[in-house]
């Protein structure tokens, strides 16, 4: 059962943290990752409760950040298949852009023999916009993954918002991703879920403070993927796989979207 929190504070009374001091005290390329889904009333009194060092990222006065990342596939959805059958040796390739800065990077995430996450980037254009991964992006991703990419096209475009904590005690990150939307690169069909917050907890080997607050709370990790459950629920052609449960039970999809 979840308890009720009394809220005491909001992100803009946390103290800030840059973006530099952040990358140096808790980068975290390496890490376990715990996610969770929330009713997006609730985090007011999550964040209530957080040990009071706890800091938020600010760039230029700006602690909420727009995201928006393009997910690249075989024709035969290779990366979506073996992550949701949880193969050992599943990878995700996507770009990412930072829709404040214009950034944008090509990340190849991977799983280690421990079982972390690890993931590796390089500056790339948006591959949606850019129609499909660079020469040399297909060479990084290749040297990573271990296989030809040259199959590898443009599927799914996700966009959030995204909030990033600081926990000093335990030196990890939380990001908090809002307004989330998902778009079918092969169909324009979409998926909005503007009532929902993914909070996502990245650590060491130690579970976060955030985490322990959640599991007080009520609130367990579950088997979310923005890549898996997007076009879970975009593509009523593909099997649910792991994320059949997120999505009728977090996600309230409880057919094709």
Same mark, same amino acid.
């Given at each position: ?14 103290? &800030? ?13 390496? !890490? ?8 997006? *009333?609730?985090?007011? #009194? ?21 995201? !928006?990342?393009?997910?690249?596939? @075989?024709?035969?959805?290779? %990366? ?6 949880? =193969?050992? $040796?599943?990878?995700?390739? !996507? ?9 944008? /990077? ?13 993931? $590796?980037?390089? &500056? ?9 991964? @660079?020469?040399?992006? =297909? $060479? ?6 271990? +296989?030809? #990419? ?7 475009? @996700?966009?959030?918002? +995204? @909030?990033?904590?600081?926990? &000093? ?12 939307? /998902? ?17 996502? #907890?990245?650590?060491? %080997? ?8 959640? /599991? ?18 975009? =593509?009523?052609?593909?099997? +649910?796989?792991? /994320? =059949?449960?997120?999505? *009728?039970?977090?996600?309230?999809? *409880?057919?094709?979207?």
């Amino acid at each position: 059962m979840t308890v009720e929190l009394t809220p005491t504070r909001s992100v803009d009374e946390l103290a &800030p943290i840059g973006l530099a001091e952040l990358v140096e005290r808790a980068e975290l390329l390496t !890490r376990v990752d715990r996610k969770y889904v929330l009713p997006i *009333h609730l985090l007011d #009194t999550l964040l209530a409760a957080l040990p009071a060092d706890a800091q938020v990222l600010e760039i230029e006065g700006r602690r909420r950040f727009g995201y !928006r990342s393009t997910y690249l596939d @075989t024709p035969d959805h290779q %990366s979506y298949l073996v992550a949701g059958r949880g =193969h050992r $040796q599943r990878w995700k390739v !996507r770009s990412r852009t930072y829709l404040d800065t214009r950034d944008s /990077w090509l990340e190849v995430k991977t799983r280690t023999s421990r079982g972390h996450n690890l993931k $590796q980037r390089i &500056p790339h254009p948006d591959a949606e916009v850019n129609g499909g991964l @660079t020469v040399e992006g =297909h $060479q990084f991703a290749a040297g990573i993954i271990g +296989r030809s #990419t040259s199959a590898l096209r443009p599927v799914i475009v @996700t966009a959030y918002q +995204r @909030t990033t904590l600081f926990l &000093p005690q335990s030196s990890s990150r939380v990001t908090i991703d809002v307004d989330l939307g /998902w778009t079918s690169l092969a169909s324009g069909r979409d998926l909005d879920r503007p009532s929902l917050a993914i909070v996502e #907890t990245k650590t060491g %080997s130690t579970p976060s403070e955030m985490d322990r607050l959640l /599991w007080r709370h009520g609130h367990r990790p579950i088997r979310i993927s923005k890549y898996g459950v997007g076009m879970a629920a975009l =593509h009523p052609d593909l099997p +649910r796989l792991k /994320w =059949h449960r997120t999505l *009728h039970q977090h996600l309230g999809v *409880h057919r094709a979207a």
